[in-house]
């Protein structure tokens, strides 16, 4: 069993930066692929960020590109996203995922590959 909670969302101006970050209890993290995915109001999840158990693979939604980064920490059980840039596109609740699944890039943006989810912070970005 894994619990995940994020941290680090609030209210930025349009080209402004966040950093996320997910910090996960279990002795197991590092043996985890970790994703990132979001929802805004009246809008479906989609996802926007992957990472591999080791951190050397990452992946992204074309949306987010070039703008946000994926990282993580397996030694403080934190995974991170760094937001910049950001948009009022980009104003919703994001969560961290974790699957106990190598996820490679035809799975990390599936949401089904993923066994455990956090309650999700808030990002608002202002026009």
């Known amino acids: 069993q894994v619990q995940l909670v994020e941290s680090g969302g609030g209210l930025v101006q349009t080209g402004g930066s966040l950093r996320l970050s997910c910090a996960a209890s279990?002795?197991?993290?590092?043996?985890?692929?970790m994703g990132w995915f979001r929802q805004a109001p009246g809008k479906e999840r989609e996802s926007v960020a992957g990472?591999?158990?080791?951190?050397?693979?990452?992946y992204y939604a074309d949306s987010v590109k070039g703008r946000f980064t994926v990282s993580r920490d397996n030694g403080k059980n934190t995974v991170y996203l760094q937001m910049n840039s950001l948009k009022p596109e980009d104003t919703a609740v994001y969560y961290c995922?974790?699957?106990?699944?190598?996820?490679?890039?035809?799975?990390?943006?599936?949401?089904?590959?993923?066994?455990?989810w956090g309650q999700g912070t808030q990002v608002t970005v202002s026009s």
């Open positions: 279990g002795s197991t993290f590092s043996t985890y692929a």
């Open positions: 995922a974790a699957s106990y699944q190598p996820l490679y890039s035809s799975k990390w943006y599936l949401s089904g590959a993923y066994n455990y």
């Open positions: 990472v591999s158990w080791s951190g050397g693979s990452t």
